[in-house]
């Protein structure tokens, strides 16, 4: 019942949103939750959450134009951030203990707009530089989803 509510929700107002000009957008990645919102045509802020050890942003950059695989906007973006969170790790006694992750990020990724509903899809590659803990660089990436409103 809930998820055809979210459906019927969903495409109530997809007739008057257009992705590529919305403000907020949610989402879910194969990382954990997303959210995007958007500073202007062609800059924008990223939040990324992975569920309890990883809190990310990235300011990003949109490149609408340089990609023309369909008529519908497949941009190419890139862009810059920083990541905090906490791994396990094990003191000189054995005892297990809460370490702190301080990260800087680097992002590039490629999104495509649904035109007749007001979602993206994107995949994304991000290298990143431990700068506390981690493990110095470390190369990941997510795919998925976000719904703009």
């Known amino acids: 019942m809930r998820k055809l509510f979210f459906i019927a929700l ?5 007739g008057t949103l257009n992705a590529q000009e919305a403000g907020i957008g949610i989402g879910i990645s194969t990382n954990g939750l997303e959210g995007k919102y958007w500073m202007g045509q062609s800059n924008a802020l990223s939040m990324h ?3 309890g ?3 990310a942003a990235d300011y990003l950059f949109d490149k609408p134009d340089l990609l023309k695989l369909t008529d519908t906007p497949t941009p190419v973006y890139y862009g ?3 990541g905090l969170g906490t791994h396990k790790g094990v003191n000189d006694s054995g005892e297990g203990t809460t370490e702190l992750d301080l990260n800087i990020r680097g992002v590039i990724g490629i999104s495509y707009y649904i035109s007749s509903f007001p979602m993206d ?3 994304e590659s ?3 530089l431990g700068l506390l803990g981690g493990t110095g660089l470390s190369f990941g990436g997510s795919f998925g989803f976000r719904y703009f409103f």
């Open 53 to 55: 050890t990883q809190l």
């Open 121 to 123: 899809i994107y995949i």
């Open 49 to 51: 959450w992975n569920l």
């Open 126 to 128: 991000v290298p990143s």
């Open 10 to 14: 969903i495409a109530s107002v997809a």
């Open 80 to 82: 810059f951030g920083a």
